[in-house]
């Protein structure tokens, strides 16, 4: 469009060059052959016909005097003067009557045509250019919905390439360690159901043998009914372990919560374990004061009993266990102390995860199932708290859990 308008600005102003040159040629002739005669109307016939022009003279009386005439839908006119004297008024166009004449139609037409061809050739090579974007700007994001497909069929070993613009990166990042965390816990998995089918096969395995021993009148009755009722003790001790653990990992759904004096829990909970420290020669105190907060006194009691339980399973005869409780500032707390075998510290990231025990002989020895430490952690956090644990090998460990304490005004209702 805009090559268009500028070839026709061009022809017009040609055309209006045409007219002022024919008006001063008109002039000379009408001051050289005195008058508009047939001679000078001849000679600007002549003129005009060079340049393929149509030409008509307006005299001043508005007569007009048709020297080349034909169609006029462009024209251009100019005044022919002499010594300051009108002495006509010429109209000239081409003999198309167009803007532009025969001979530069044929040009018109190509630059037309050169026009579409480069208006075309852009918008293909636009075309083009915008294809190879897309394809470089959606090759990335393929490659990482290739992966996402791989890791929802459950090819855990499935990457996304991080390449092409950042946020793509970003999200080909996020995509890999998801795929990661979703490894470990896969093999978390693996390792606990092993874990769970060796605890269960041992007590299994303990029936299996005495029941055969039994048939085969190998042991005395007496004998094998006591051991058998041992190991199914132990088998329903570690299934209410797995209960427990069921119920801890949605605790949420299940605290009845309640002004409650963690004093009070522990005290009670600390003469239940009173016979059973000193079965096993090991010294037991319990000491505290007053310590009010919001919670289930049945789950606070359960992480009392699984943190005395632990101090029992860990510590020889001879040594001590005490049970405290109290407060400072926002919070109440209740702690676990032994002179045990304590927790090497390469291990204290690893005593809240349910199967997994530091000393798996000495453990199973005692009953333990990898799960107590696993529930307590549970219970406490849904209680909105928090446990600490400090350990050296060889002298012992405190366990210490710290709930938001409950002021003593909010008391008045329990």
Known sequence: ???????????????????????????????????????????????????????????????????????????????????????????VSYTNGALIPNQDQGLESSLDRLHLVAAAVAAFAALVVGLGLAEALSRPLRRTQAAAER??????????????????????RALNRLAETLGHEEELRKQKMADLAHELRTPVNGLLFRIEAAEDGLLPLPENLAAMHDEATRLTRLLDDLSRLGDAERPGLLLDKAPVNLAEVAEAVGRAFAARFSQAGIAFSSTGAPAWALGDPGRIEQVVANLLSNALAYTEPGGRVSLRVGSAGPEAFLEVADTGIGIDPEDLGHIYTRFWRGDRSRSRSTGGSGIGLAIVKELVRAHGGHIDVDSVPGRGSRFKVVLPALKRGATAGS
């Open 151 to 172: 890791l929802e069929q459950g090819d855990l070993e499935a990457r996304a390439e991080a390449t092409g613009a950042p946020e793509v990166q970003a999200v080909g």
């Open 1 to 91: 469009m805009g090559l268009s308008s500028r070839l026709e600005r061009a022809a017009r102003a040609r055309l209006v060059a045409l007219a002022g040159h024919l008006a001063s040629v008109a002039a000379a002739v009408y001051e050289g052959s005195g008058g508009w005669t047939p001679e000078a109307r001849t000679e600007l016939r002549h003129l005009a016909a060079l340049d393929g022009l149509r030409l008509s003279l307006l005299l001043p009386g508005h007569e007009v005097v048709p020297v080349r005439p034909g169609p006029a839908r462009e024209v251009a006119r100019a005044s022919v003067t002499s010594h300051g004297r009108l002495l006509a008024t010429v109209s």
